[in-house]
């Protein structure tokens, strides 16, 4: 580094100073000027010192002027000849990747060689150890000039050139056929026109190989100089193939290819490609063929002979078959399954020495695809046998076509019209499709099927658009299931083997099958209004990711939006239940169904269930029970027969009940009224004393009472008790509850885990059921204590749970079923109402009472029994008078 001053008058006095660095006499210090060593980079990598080989060790010469001891290179990944690569942004702080192109990268710097500097020459050669060079073609050369510290990338930022490594690419597969030319079209990195090839066996290392042993196989030329080299087209300039000729081939086999890239090693002749551990690349493998090439076709269901033509063939000769290209052969070993299968096949017998083609039986293929007839030209490649081996199975002799349809499941939804694509080989417009009752083992028969719904095609169906691979058919409205979809495909017109499909009798290529899915016909749901609802939709292949909008009842599915918001809760659109696992139904739970009326349930069973044209099946109507309010109150005469009309939706003229109660309690089991308890009780008795030495004995009177009544009104409490209602005392604070242990509904001040034998407590005993108005046995019993010397249950006829189901005698028939006057829903059909009248019998008391409805439930009152218990009339219906009417009046009581 040297300063530059500046000066316009500068004497020999500051010219010394400025020498010594010092620019204090002069107006101005420029700065500092560094002068680097010259490199005399090779741009391209063409001088041949700067060219390696593959799988050798690499040298290259690296010149310049004045370089310095220390100086190192490196070649970076990804610096090739395309890709625009600068070292002054090399970058990177470890050297991860770079030693896949050659072994030392950076490469070990070696002393600077100054032959001429005792004459002031600084010329410099460094000649850089690369190690092994592992890639191929050209990588950039970058510089570092600091030696030993050199240890990061980012240090070496500047252009030293490029190198190049030559190479065949390998890994490739040569073929060649037995009494031909064998001609070898190599591609790989800067290829010579001086390069060789050796052929060796196919387990030998290239490197290793004897080429006087090389000499004796069977080509007239088994070790070729390069004929040609050009540039491959439409690759980069480094991409060259090089034309080799083995001459003609005298023997079928599998040969490696080894390659020398005009490299002369450590043997110390100075001539290139004269000895085996010069040939350091595998080309790849060459195979040499007794069999020509053809291809055949045959048709699924059907006998598939095919025809092998070369030279030499014969009987001891076999082939594999098995789906894929040509490249499975040498990969696919022979195997037979006793009475079952096999892919392995021998020739049908014919006579003579030389033979030029072989039949082969194959039998009847099942399903339709491309398979690889492969061949062994009876060779024994690993001392074992012959063509028992993949490999000796190498030769790709007929590439086998099997006409007709894949096996797939389709799939369509119910109410849809339903179109099919069927994949397979060789399919046209002149295929034939029948849809047929679904059959796993046998679903291709011959016969012809029934059309699968009245809305579906139904015979003989042909294509609507047709490819090779893809036939596309129209097979109308399907009902839900699954159905065999039988095939029959003639061919092409450049196809071979052709068949007729005129009849039924030749559809017998299975298809796979086609499955409808979506809702059983013929379902009606029902919920009752102000009630959470659970649906239960059955139907095929359902699934939890499925949903139900609820429709208007005139609304067509895929074509009408959803219900008015708020008519089903948490909303009209649901999906179903996680745990509705079941494909056969699934449930969904509206919270809330809070109109009564009827509507449509539309289901969607498709991916996307986001707007109101995916439910495009129609599950059925769903009516939500529920009754048209009483506008004014309803007038029976007393003594007279009384009778009610009810209007509604989801009416049931089998199972309704009404029953009337009385106007102070109320409808579904809210309250009952107890009556008939015993007066208050009381008793005297007296009581002697002790006597002592003071005073004498003296008896006392004790008087016991209870006052306490079991009569009042009850109120049903929220929780339940021993999983049955309980209830309580409105004003007298009694319970009315079950016990399970005694089976019996007790009455009393407590709970109490016993009966107790205690005045206040009643009990009767009870069904197992969920309400008190499930008797064994009547009456009541109650406890008195003057029945015997200890007191006894004794029977207490009068005490009655008014509310029950029992008749009180208020009226002839209470509860009671539908009987006349029924107008029927025609939307619904039977057994489904709009209005119906019940008739009660003679009104024997007047007053005023509830009209409560059940609506056809079983609550869980564990009796498997409709409108059984008083919590089972749960809907009012408004009130209905009974009086006295003369002179055009009305008088009552309530």
């Known amino acids: 580094e040297y300063l530059m001053c500046w000066g316009s008058l500068v004497t020999d006095a500051d010219a010394s100073d400025i020498a010594q660095g010092d620019c204090t006499s002069v107006p101005y210090t420029v700065g500092v000027v560094t002068f680097h060593s010259f490199i005399n980079a090779d741009a391209d990598g063409s001088r041949e010192t700067s060219q ?329 490649m690993n001392g074992d046998g012959s063509c028992n081996n993949e490999i000796e199975f190498y030769q790709d002799a007929v590439a086998l076509t099997v006409r007709g349809p894949d096996h797939e499941l389709l799939k369509c939804i119910k109410g849809l019209n339903c179109s099919i694509q069927v994949d397979g080989f060789q399919l046209s417009m002149d295929d034939k499709l029948q849809v047929c009752p679904y059959n796993a083992t046998h679903p291709c028969s011959g016969t012809l099927c029934d059309a699968p719904g009245p809305d579906a095609e139904s015979g003989l169906l042909s294509p609507f658009n047709a490819s090779a691979s893809v036939s596309s058919f129209f097979l109308g409205v399907v009902p839900v299931g699954t159905y065999s979809l039988c095939y029959c495909a003639p061919g092409r017109e450049e196809s071979t083997n052709k068949i007729s499909c005129d009849d039924a009798g030749a559809l017998t290529m299975p298809a796979g099958s086609v499955e409808v899915r979506g809702v059983y016909d013929g379902q009606i749901f029902s919920c009752i209004a102000g009630s959470a609802c659970s649906l239960s939709i059955f139907g095929y292949k359902l699934a939890t990711s499925d949903h139900v909008m609820i429709t208007p009842l005139e609304g067509v599915c895929g074509s009408s939006p959803a219900a008015e918001d708020g008519t089903f809760m948490p909303s009209n659109t649901l999906q179903a239940d996680a745990e509705s696992v079941a494909p056969e139904s699934q449930t969904f739970t509206f919270t809330n169904a809070t109109e009564a009326g009827r509507f449509r349930i539309c289901y969607c069973v498709s991916e996307s269930c986001s707007n109101y044209t995916d439910f495009v099946v129609d599950a059925g109507p769903i009516f939500v029970k529920g009754l048209v309010p009483r506008a004014i109150e309803q007038i029976c005469k007393l003594g007279e027969e009384c009778s009610f009309d009810i209007e509604g939706f989801g009416l049931n003229e089998v199972n309704d009940s009404a029953f009337l109660a009385p106007k102070s309690l109320g409808c579904g089991g809210s309250y009952v009224q107890v009556v008939g308890d015993r007066p208050p009780w009381s008793r005297t008795t007296v009581v002697v004393a002790g006597a002592n030495a003071t005073h004498n004995a003296t008896e006392i009177e004790v008087v016991e009472t209870y ?188």
């Open 52 to 380: 390696c080989v593959r799988n050798a060790e690499c040298t290259i010469l690296f010149t310049g002027y004045a370089l310095p001891n220390g100086t190192t290179l490196a070649s970076p990944p990804d610096s090739g000849i395309t890709s625009g690569f600068e070292c002054s942004g090399i970058g990177g702080t470890t050297f991860a990747g770079y030693r896949e192109y050659v072994q030392n990268n950076p490469g070990v710097s070696p002393l600077a060689l100054w032959w001429f500097k005792h004459l002031g020459d600084l010329r410099t050669n460094m000649w850089m150890d690369m190690g092994v060079a592992y890639g191929m073609g050209l990588q950039k050369l970058c510089l570092c000039y600091d030696g030993s510290q050199c240890l990061q990338p980012a240090l070496f930022t500047l252009d030293a050139g490029a190198m190049r490594i030559r190479s065949a690419l390998g890994g490739e597969t040569y073929r060649c056929d037995l009494n031909q030319t064998c001609e070898l079209q190599i591609s790989g990195k800067y290829l010579l026109d001086t390069d060789f090839v050796s052929v060796a066996k196919v387990d030998d290392v290239c490197s290793r190989t004897s080429l006087l042993d090389n000499l004796t196989f069977p080509f007239n030329t088994s070790i070729a100089q390069a004929l040609a080299v050009e540039m491959e087209a439409n690759k980069t300039l480094e991409d060259f193939v090089a034309t080799f000729s083995l001459g003609s081939v005298m023997l079928d086999g599998r040969y490696k290819i080894c390659y020398c890239a005009s490299y002369d090693g450590v043997d110390l002749d100075d001539y290139i490609c004269n000895g085996g551990s010069e040939y350091t690349q595998e080309a790849g493998l060459l195979e040499v063929y007794r069999v020509n090439q053809t291809a055949y076709e045959c048709v699924i269901g059907y006998p598939c002979d095919v025809t092998v033509y070369g030279v030499w063939l014969q009987l001891t000769d076999r082939v594999v078959v098995d789906l894929g290209g040509p490249d499975i052969c040498g990969l696919v070993a022979p195997y037979t399954v006793e009475n079952v299968s096999t892919n392995e096949f021998s020739p049908e017998e014919v006579s003579g020495t030389y033979i030029v083609n072989l039949t082969y039986r194959l039998g009847n293929f099942s399903t339709a695809g491309e398979r690889y007839v492969c061949y062994c030209a009876s060779q024994d």
């Open 707 to 894: 006052s306490e009544t079991l009569n009042g009104t009850y109120e049903r409490l929220a929780q339940l008790s021993e999983g049955r209602v309980q209830f309580a005392g409105v004003s007298n604070g009694q319970l009315l509850y079950y016990n399970t242990y005694w089976s019996r509904w007790l009455l009393g001040p407590r709970k109490d885990p016993d009966v107790p034998e205690e005045v206040g407590f009643a009990w009767v005993a009870g069904l197992v059921a969920n309400t008190p108005d499930r008797y064994t046995e009547l009456p009541w019993k109650i406890w008195d204590p003057d029945a015997s010397s200890e007191g006894a249950w004794i029977d207490w006829s009068p005490l009655t749970i008014l509310g029950a189901i029992a008749p009180d005698g208020t009226f002839g028939t209470n509860p009671t079923k539908t009987t006349t006057d029924k107008v029927r829903d025609e939307v619904l059909g039977f057994p489904y109402l709009m209005s119906e009248r019940f008739q009660v019998g003679s009104a024997d008391r007047m007053g005023a009472f509830h009209i409560c409805f059940c609506p056809s439930i079983d609550l869980n009152d564990l009796d498997q029994q409709t409108c059984s218990g008083e919590d089972e009339f749960i809907a009012s219906n408004g009130i209905l008078t009974v009086g006295v009417v003369r002179g055009g009046e009305r008088y009552h009581c309530s």
